[in-house]
T-cell receptor, first 113, second 111 residues
Framework: GAGVSQSPSNKVTEKGKDVELRCDPISGHTALYWYRQSLGQGLEFLIYFQGNSAPDKSGLPSDRFSAERTGGSVSTLTIQRTQQEDSAVYLC???????????FGQGTRLTVV | GENVEQHPSTLSVQEGDSAVIKCTYSDSASNYFPWYKQELGKGPQLIIDIRSNVGEKKDQRIAVTLNKTAKHFSLHITETQPEDSAVYFCAASGGTYKYIFGTGTRLKVLA
């Protein structure tokens, strides 16, 4: 596609349920990032994928969070046993070889009730 | 660890005046510094960037300066317009290509 696509755009879930957030990066981009943005806050790094290299998972806040990237393209961020503090906008970005110019999707607004 | 500090957190300017947002980074390996504009309900949009081999870059009303020695970089917006109102984020990226973002500046341009 022309840009980074994220789905769903909004997700409301009950506390304790699992959720999956999807990211379709720009075609051909080898790098993919997930960030979390809490209300009125900055961007918190979660995880980074680059080609076939092992992902940088250093930003994942707990073992309830995981992400995978299949075939070097689409990525899924999974949050298990959601908590209210997980409520935030989850942003995905992708960039080409060398990590230059990252482009963001619109984000998924997650609300845990 | 890696850190990017951004100031001010909020900035109000009169339409037509200039706005300056400043960032400081900690990782000396950082070599790429993008600026993003985020409007309400949207994802951040890249507006300008600078690499470590350049001291200044300009694109119409927007300019970015970089001082590698001091590890400072700044965004300058001249002749501000109401549509410039948004949240602006600076970021730094280095050898690992992991982007570290500042905490954001909410810019309000008053008509």
């Amino acid at each position: 596609g022309a840009g980074v696509s994220q789905s769903p755009s909004n997700k409301v879930t009950e506390k304790g349920k699992d959720v999956e957030l999807r990211c379709d990066p720009i075609s051909g981009h080898t790098a993919l990032y997930w960030y979390r943005q809490s209300l009125g806050q900055g961007l918190e790094f979660l995880i980074y994928f680059q080609g076939n290299s092992a992902p940088d998972k250093s930003g994942l806040p707990s073992d309830r969070f995981s992400a995978e990237r299949t075939g070097g393209s689409v990525s899924t961020l999974t949050i298990q046993r959601t908590q209210q503090e997980d409520s935030a906008v989850y942003l995905c970005a992708s960039s080409g070889t060398g990590g230059v110019e990252a482009f963001f999707g619109q984000g998924t607004r997650l609300t845990v009730v | 660890g890696e850190n990017v500090e951004q100031h001010p957190s909020t900035l109000s300017v009169q339409e037509g005046d200039s706005a300056v947002i400043k960032c400081t980074y900690s990782d000396s390996a950082s070599n790429y510094f993008p600026w993003y504009k985020q409007e309400l309900g949207k994802g951040p949009q890249l507006i300008i960037d600078i690499r470590s081999n350049v001291g200044e870059k300009k694109d119409q009303r927007i300019a970015v300066t970089l001082n590698k020695t001091a590890k400072h970089f700044s965004l300058h917006i001249t002749e501000t317009q109401p549509e410039d109102s948004a949240v602006y984020f600076c970021a730094a990226s280095g050898g690992t290509y992991k982007y570290i973002f500042g905490t954001g500046t909410r810019l309000k341009v008053l008509a």
